[in-house]
């Protein structure tokens, strides 16, 4: 019998997302387009690190290389090359490659390879993200503290499709995180610790459009007050509400936010009598833990909120002391018109469409001053007033306005938390307007405060992020927004926490992995100016000009103020020779563009 010809070796898959579809777009220029990348990037790449092109499949490409950190310090210069070439072209032009890549025997036929090194590398491209790259745990063990990109694991090995064992997987920090909203399931960084629970979007049975901000707010509170205990694990509003008015298999649910139960149900009014209906279900099983009725007056919709919350937590966390539990209560309103006026105003303010249309945050602020109008001493106007002048603040369309924005968002939160210094709301609000007014410092205490008062509160997490970086507190402020990716995996704005680790990167020295996490928010929201700020910044350090000049030229064409503002000096640095660095990696970025009109 012939012997095999073998040999151990590292093997790289690449292939594109989405190519058919591309392909029925827009054939000839994605062909043209896939030619010009493997011409002038990827396949010197792939030569200047020794590699050899096995075969191309259209759209992919099977390589191997003698040198398992050449393979992977390879693939990582194709994936940031092709992401600054992605940064010049519109949405539907880019190309995202998929990378897998193993170390293993393989078996030699001519100039082609097979075995189940080959077989391996090749569904792990599969499951790699689009920009990603997705390696076994054998090539993770040659490159440790060799190259500069980290690779986090997914928790417990996966069983890849025709592999007849399994392989541990790793993936970069694109690869990772998009891996926790895929059906997959999520790394090891999602998998909480303590009882985990995700609160979906309960059904408007009432028959009528206008009573939809109703069931909303009752979920949103129901959310908030099982996020005040500190041991129990909540999935943020903004990713549960993804779901919204889709048809759900829990067990999937549960995959994708990395929880154990989900509480579903449903709100019907008619005139002042509600019934609620809740069922709490077991991910894992399906199988459901407890349902329950409520019928009462709209009155008592409090007592509802509370004692649904409460069955919660004493079904899935029976430790919790009642101590703790107590914390779940809220103070008596004494007007049930400011709660329901307060609703409105919040549902609106969490549509996002203001953004382009004025009229629609405006009627929120009216709505919240009827609320506090209604009753001055009631904790959900107070907080819709904050929260209004807050969102306004945010955006571009309030730039002039945004001084006395923020001044009447925090004098409102004051308010708030003098009338519940248990609400964790009322210092968030406190430290969302401090940052914006460039008081790291009062913001960081504020946030820090919140943050004990609601530990599962994504926002407040992500806003802590941005204070302790900007006072260089590097390693907190990854901390914590990769815990706001771990409560809210398929939060919109999670591009927040990308924005969040890419500065975090930067003030611990670290730009090109900067670099990464600032493409990733800029991939979220392509319009998020900081975004390209902080790109910019880390490429200038990273020593990469074009593609920092490239940043630049985005936002001198589309948010000239933003930079005028930067390059000024006006930045959130609580510390000098942080703001300082920052301005001149800006300015270095900016080169003969700053001589230009």
């Known amino acids: 019998m012939a012997r095999d010809h073998r040999r151990l070796a590292a093997v790289v898959s690449l292939d594109v997302a989405g190519y058919s579809r591309l392909m029925g777009v827009d054939d000839s220029g994605t062909l043209a387009a896939l030619k010009s990348h493997r011409k002038e990037l990827i396949d ?66 001519g100039d082609d390879i097979f075995g189940d090194g080959v077989n ?11 920009g990603g790259i997705c390696i076994s745990q054998s090539v993770h063990e040659n490159i440790r503290n060799r190259i500069d990109t980290a690779f986090v694991e997914e928790d417990g090995a996966r069983h890849l499709k025709n592999i007849d064992h399994p392989v541990r997987v790793w993936h970069d920090g694109s690869g990772a995180l998009a891996a926790s909203a895929a059906p997959s399931g999520p790394t090891s960084r999602m998998w909480p610790d303590k009882p985990s629970i995700a609160v979906l979007p309960f059904a408007n049975m009432s028959g009528d459009a206008e009573q939809e901000y109703l069931a909303d707010g009752i979920v949103e509170d129901i959310i908030t007050g099982l996020s005040r205990f500190s041991s129990l694990f909540v999935i943020a509003r903004n990713s549960t509400f993804t779901y919204k008015g889709q048809s759900l298999d829990v067990k999937q649910v549960g995959r994708d936010l990395g929880v154990s139960y989900v509480l579903e149900g449903s709100v019907r009014k008619a005139g002042d009598r509600l019934r609620i209906t809740s069922q709490l279900i ?7 833990v407890w349902a ?79 609320a506090f109008s209604a009753d001055a001493t009631s904790v959900p106007a107070c ?36 009338l519940d210094p248990t609400n964790h709301a009322g210092y968030y609000l406190i430290g969302h307007a401090a940052i914006r007014q460039r008081r790291a410092s009062e913001a960081l205490s504020n946030l820090r405060r919140a943050h004990e008062l609601n530990p599962n509160d ?26 706001a ?15 969040a680790m890419a500065f975090a990167a930067f003030v611990a020295g670290a730009p090109k992995e900067g ?43 589309h948010d000239p103020i933003y930079l005028r503002d930067r390059l000024a000096g006006n930045h959130y640095f609580g510390i000098p020779e942080l703001g300082t660095r920052f301005v001149s990696a800006l300015r270095k970025a900016a080169g003969p563009l700053l001589a230009e009109p």
């Open 44 to 109: 010197p790449t792939i030569g200047e690190y020794g590699g050899r092109i096995v075969k191309t499949t259209g759209d992919g490409l099977l390589l191997e290389f003698p040198s398992v950190v050449d393979a992977v310090r390879c693939a990582v210069d194709v994936q940031r090359g092709m992401a600054d070439r992605n940064l010049r072209l519109a949405s539907d032009q880019r190309l995202d490659f998929r990378v897998g890549i193993n170390v293993g025997d393989i078996i030699i036929d």
């Open 120 to 130: 391996v590398a090749a569904r792990l491209q599969e499951i790699a993200a689009p």
């Open 282 to 288: 077991e991910t894992g099983t399906g199988g459901h």
């Open 292 to 370: 329950e009725r409520y019928d009462s007056d709209l009155k008592d919709i409090f007592s509802l909120q509370d004692d649904i919350a409460r069955r919660i937590v004493g079904t899935i966390a029976p430790e919790i002391v009642l101590a703790e539990q107590s914390r779940i209560g809220r103070m008596p309103l004494k007007a049930l018109r400011a709660y329901d006026l307060a609703m409105q105003s919040l549902s609106l303010c969490r549509r996002g469409e203001y953004a382009h249309d004025r009229s629609l945050i405006e009627k929120a602020l009216a709505l919240a001053n009827d």
């Open 383 to 418: 907080y819709a007033l904050a929260e209004a002048h807050s969102e306004m603040a945010e955006y571009a369309r309030f730039r002039e306005e945004r001084p006395a924005l923020l001044e009447r968002a925090a004098a409102m939160a004051e308010t708030l938390r003098d």
């Open 458 to 483: 994504c926002r407040t997490v992500q806003y802590l992020a941005w204070a302790e970086f900007n006072l260089g507190l590097a390693s907190e402020a990854r901390e914590h927004a990769e815990l």
């Open 485 to 499: 990716l771990r409560l809210s995996p398929r939060d919109p704005q999670r591009y927040i926490s990308h924005w």
């Open 515 to 557: 670099v990464g996490w600032a493409r990733m928010a800029i991939e979220e929201n392509a319009t998020f100016f900081h975004g390209y700020g902080i790109l910019a910044a880390c490429l200038a350090e990273s020593g990469d000009a074009e593609a920092a000049q490239a940043a630049i030229a985005f936002l001198r064409d």
